[in-house]
């Protein structure tokens, strides 16, 4: 039974088009991650969301925007998709902000050609 | 923000030899330090955390190491096995829910058999 689930885990689209990735998580943890790990291997927050709401946004481009319709899920959308999104998006949970063991999804291989 | 810096960036050891990683963080709020292990096409993992109250803590073959005047901390893995092959990263974070956790850039660790 899959901890933190994230689909697809691999996503391979053209320069310009809207995707979307979705997450899950069954801990009944409070809070939930996106991080982007790039070619290099360099694993950077984006968003993090503490039950439902937005508490962190780094300086990530206004074509990313994060979704949590309820504390459980945590979804992200890319709109007018560039080749440097191009990437491996994980989502994660904690139970509580910041200081506490993440739990990782497997992970969605974003490949924009 | 928090920066973390992570040395060195590959490391290749003999099987039965002792490897250390070191990371330094820049924000002295900081109070929790955990270390990951990611393995080829996997999610990250924890494999050891320490907080700012203590200054060693050993789990089996790891152990991890934290001079808090000296804003850095180190993970020691000894009789390494080929199994331990994997990217580690280092992460630090402050209390309070203010930031997520902020990762080094990670150390690919060999062990040849």
């Known amino acids: 039974d899959t901890a933190v689930s994230q689909t697809p885990k691999y996503l391979v689209t053209q320069m310009g088009n809207d995707k979307s990735i979705k997450c899950e998580q069954n801990?009944?943890?409070?809070?939930m991650y996106w991080y982007k790990q790039d070619s290099k291997k360099f694993l950077k927050i984006m968003f993090s969301?503490?039950?439902?709401?937005?508490?962190i946004n780094e300086t990530v481009p206004n074509r990313f925007s994060p979704k949590s319709p309820d504390k459980a899920h945590l979804n992200l959308h890319i709109n007018s998709l560039e080749l440097g999104d191009s990437a491996v998006y994980f989502c994660?949970?904690?139970?509580?902000?910041?200081?506490?063991?993440?739990?990782f999804g497997s992970g969605t291989q974003l490949s924009v050609l | 923000g928090e920066n973390v810096e992570q040395h060195p960036s590959t490391l290749s050891v003999q099987e039965g030899d002792s490897a250390v990683i070191k990371c330094t963080y820049s924000?002295?709020?900081?109070?929790?330090f955990p270390w990951y292990k990611q393995e080829l096409g996997k999610r990250p993992q924890l494999i050891i955390d320490?907080?700012?109250?203590?200054g060693e803590k050993k789990d089996q073959r790891i152990a991890v190491t934290l001079n808090k005047t000296a804003k850095h901390f180190s993970l020691h893995i000894t009789e390494t096995q080929p199994e331990d092959s994997a990217v580690y990263f280092c992460?630090?974070?402050?209390?309070?829910?203010?930031?997520?956790?902020?990762f080094g850039s990670g150390t690919r660790l060999q062990v040849q058999p």
């Open positions: 924000d002295s709020a900081s109070n929790y």
């Open positions: 969301y503490n039950n439902k709401e937005l508490i």
């Open positions: 992460a630090a974070a402050a209390g309070g829910g203010r930031r997520a956790l902020t």
């Open positions: 801990l009944g943890h409070d809070t």
């Open positions: 320490i907080r700012s109250n203590v």
């Open positions: 994660a949970s904690s139970q509580a902000r910041g200081t506490e063991k993440l739990f």
